[in-house]
Every structure is written in C-alpha cells, then in structure tokens.
C-alpha cells in the first residue's frame, strides 16, 4: 500500500464523489424513510442507505438509529449548553451524563470525559466524569489543547508545558503543548515543535519538513498535522514507530483541530472555521465534508472506531468509518457531540 500522504480531494472532486455514491442508493431514500422525530425502533435488515443531494434537511430522510444497532451512548450540546442524551442500545436518553455542559472533550475509548459548564469568557474550570461509575471530580483549568484519558486522567496546554492532572488528583507538568492519549499514554509535541514524545521524552513522531501544529492520538495510531507555510499542511498517521498513512491539506485553509480513528485510517479535522468539518481518508484518496447539502461541523468516533457520528445543520448523522457512508439520522439542536462507552 503507498503509504505517501496524497492530495484532499478539491470541492469539485469531493462533490463527484458524493454524487457517484448517492446515484448507488438514490432510491433508499424515494420513500422518505424518518421524519425527523425522536430515535425510535427500525428494521436492522434495510441496506445501509446514502445520501445524494436530498436538500437542506434531507439527512432527516435517513432512518433513525434503531436501538441495539450501535453500542454506547452519545451526548451533544447546544450553544446555550443545553446537553441531551441518547443510549444507543434502548434508544432512550443515557444515565448518568450531564445535563449542562458547554464543551466535551472525550476519551477515545469513550470511558472518561471532561466538560465544561460556563461559557462565559475566562470560565476554564472543567468537571471530569468517569462512564463506569458515574463519578465526577473537578479537573484541571484548561489552557489551549486539552485530552482525555480512560482513566479520567487530563492534559492540557499552557505556556509551552503541559499539565497533567489525574482523576485522584494528582497531578505534574511536562515540556510541550499539544496533548493526546493513546494506547501507551500520554504524548506531546516537543517545544520546539519539531516530534512528538511519549511522557519519558521518547520520539514517537520524528521530525519532518516543518513544524508540528496539531497531534492527536486513538489506540495504538498518532496522528499530526505538519506544516511549513501558514495554511493547509499534511496529515502523517504514525503506527508503532512507522509511517502508515497521510493526506495532503494544501489549499484548504488552516486546520486548527484534528481527530484520528483507533485504525489510523479516517481524520476528523477542522479546516477552518468552527464549523468547517471533513472526513479524511488517510489510506488512500477520499474525503467527506458534507452529507447532502448540509456541511459537517463537528463529530466524534466510536470507542470502536466502526462509526463515525457528525453533526450538521439539522441533526446528527452516524456513518460507518471505512466507507464514510451515512446509516442513520436524528433530529438535533447541536454544536459537539462526544461519542462515549
């Protein structure tokens, strides 16, 4: 497999795209399949539907998520942070989440989030939650970057270091910014922007042609954002100390945030603006950034990393990962989702 980062697709190729395999399944959505109401039951056997150019609101045509079919729970906010909830096994609103939460930054494996619940300017404090037990502790004050680990540990960045605070409380700094968890813990980008280590100071991510902007980490995959001008840059997914995937940003702004799934093989990154969303294939050529003619705004991988859930204009749409295929749809008010276990 060719390994070397290629280009994101131009608007015209990614519209292509769309229309191709929208044409494939057009007919799933002639019988207007969902109304937009709430997630309720549907039949597991129907063929995975996707979208062609259905029009503003025409996600709402997919089925809702029929319960059982997908695994944990989600939660979203709005801008007033108002926060609902679905547990994707009963179809009924999940236990033990918060009601108001401005911000979520989840951990990979869905097992601990950290929220925050004032939106008022400075107010940085945020709350920890752990999905087993229910429990809630106060968090670090969050700096710039900030991530989550399954244990309900958080960094965050501040002043060219990182600090680390566990959920016992504990807590230490490291040289750094940029924080993210994966499968051996914490890594960082180095001060100089240069690689990204593992908390004992060891290269995980060598250096390149420019400098690191963004890191992210899910399981045993890494994945930056590398550049030299002051837009666009490439995605470098690194797997066990080798290059195994990447994607080529040029001419689609500056990524300011950036997710990876537990393969390696899809991106979530924010192109531009806040709600400037795409889906990056990091094997090989493709990408998603609109489901119909709504734009994605921001999403969030499965603890699996089978699914992707995103959210547009009018709703949150799940789509299967490998094939960044849309399978179902509900109405919803929201700005984040946060995907958990």
Partial sequence: MDRRP????????????????GAAVAASLADGRGDG??????TSTAPAPTLADAGIGGVLRLPPPAPGRFAGSLIWTAVDCSARTLDLATGTPAPGLPRTACDLWPSADGRAMAYS????????????????????????????????????????????????????????????????FGAGGLVRITVDARRAVDDRGRTVVPAGVG???????????IAV??????????????????????ADLAGHGQPNDLRISPDGTVALVR???????????TDRVGSLSAIGREGV?????????????????????????????????????????????
Avoid: M, N
């Fill in 225 to 246: 954002v590398r550049s030299s001008t002051a837009a666009g840059g490439v995605i470098e997914v690194w797997r066990r100390g080798r290059l195994d995937g990447g």
């Fill in 37 to 42: 109401a709430r997630p309720g039951p549907a």
């Fill in 271 to 281: 192109l531009t603006g806040p709600q400037d969303w795409a889906l990056v294939r």
């Fill in 211 to 221: 400098t690191i902007r963004l890191l992210a980490a899910a399981g045993d995959a």
């Fill in 297 to 341: 705004r921001e999403g969030a991988f499965s603890p699996d990393g089978r699914y992707v859930a995103v959210v547009t204009e009018t709703a949150i749409v799940i789509l299967d990962a490998t094939r960044l295929a849309p399978l179902a749809a509900f109405q919803a008010d929201a700005k984040q989702v946060a995907w958990l276990a």
């Fill in 117 to 180: 619940v004032d939106a008022r300017a400075g107010a940085t404090r945020l709350e920890v939650l752990l999905r087993e037990t229910g429990d809630t502790v106060p968090g670090p004050v969050r700096g710039g970057a900030t991530a989550v680990a399954g244990d309900g540990t958080v960094a965050t960045c501040g002043a060219s270091e990182v600090l680390e605070k566990r959920f016992d409380g504990a807590a230490r700094t490291l040289p750094g910014c940029g924080p993210a």
């Fill in 6 to 21: 290629h280009r994101l697709a131009t608007p015209l190729v990614a519209a292509v795209a769309l229309i191709v395999v």
